[in-house]
Structure formats: structure tokens, C-alpha cells
């Protein structure tokens, strides 16, 4: 495949695939409005959804480099954004003692920070684990 195009096709699909996982992240999460938080300075959403992000694009690059093919990208990608749901209400559950969702809402920097932290780290692990 050509060079420009093969860079093109990888690009346009990690794009694509960063998008839908905000989507569904931001779906998954019906009790916290993370835009309308972020647009009223919140920033322990911003630091939630920023993570998410952040998290995702290792996953994807890693996907990209270590990939045989677009569908093979593609599928290691879903798998990221999947472990990022996932982590997200597991995280929930474990902290049963009180809730994530009200600490975002309430602009708790700490739970924010955690939040970003995790999603980074779950992220980095996922990436690492793709390599063949």
C-alpha cells in the first residue's frame, strides 16, 4: 500500500475510533453530563474525560504500530475502549462507599485526579499487552 495512504487509512480509523470511544464513554456515564461540567469549569470532569482521551490515544497508537492490518487495529481499539468502560464501573462499584458520579459532579480534584491516573494506567497497560 502506498506510504501516504497507509498513514492516511491508520489516522482516519485511530480518529474515528478515539470519537466513538468518548461517545460511549460519555454514554456510559449517564449521571455525569461531562461536557455541560466542563463548559462550568469543572475540573475534575475535564480531568475524567481528559484521561479518557489520553488513555484511548495510547491504546490506539499502540494499535497502529503493532497492527497487521486496519481490522487488526481496529479490533485492538475496541478492546481499548471496552477496558476503559469497564474500568470506569468497576471503579464505581469498589468504591461503594461513596459515589464517583457525585464527586465529579461536585468537583472533587482528588477523585478527578485519581480518575485521570487510572484511566492512564489502564491505558499503558492495555498498550503494552498488544505488542506480539
Known amino acids: 500500500m502506498n506510504l501516504y ?19 460511549l464513554f460519555m454514554l ?19 480531568l475524567l474525560l481528559g484521561g479518557k482521551v489520553v488513555g484511548l490515544a495510547i491504546v490506539l497508537g499502540a494499535a497502529a504500530e503493532y497492527s497487521v492490518s486496519l481490522i487488526d487495529m481496529a479490533i485492538w481499539g475496541a478492546i481499548g475502549i471496552v477496558s476503559q468502560i469497564i474500568v470506569f464501573v ?17 468537583d472533587n480534584r482528588a477523585v478527578g485526579v485519581m480518575l485521570f491516573s487510572l484511566s492512564l494506567a489502564i491505558g499503558w497497560i492495555v498498550a503494552k499487552c498488544l505488542s506480539y
Open 28 to 46: 456510559s456515564t449517564p449521571k455525569i453530563n461531562e461536557m455541560r461540567l466542563i463548559a462550568e469549569k469543572n475540573v475534575s470532569a475535564a
Open 5 to 23: 495512504l497507509n498513514f492516511g487509512s491508520y489516522l482516519g480509523v485511530a480518529i474515528v475510533l478515539l470519537v466513538i470511544g468518548i461517545l
Open 90 to 106: 468497576l471503579a464505581e462499584v469498589v468504591t461503594i462507599r461513596f459515589s464517583i458520579s457525585n464527586a465529579i459532579k461536585e
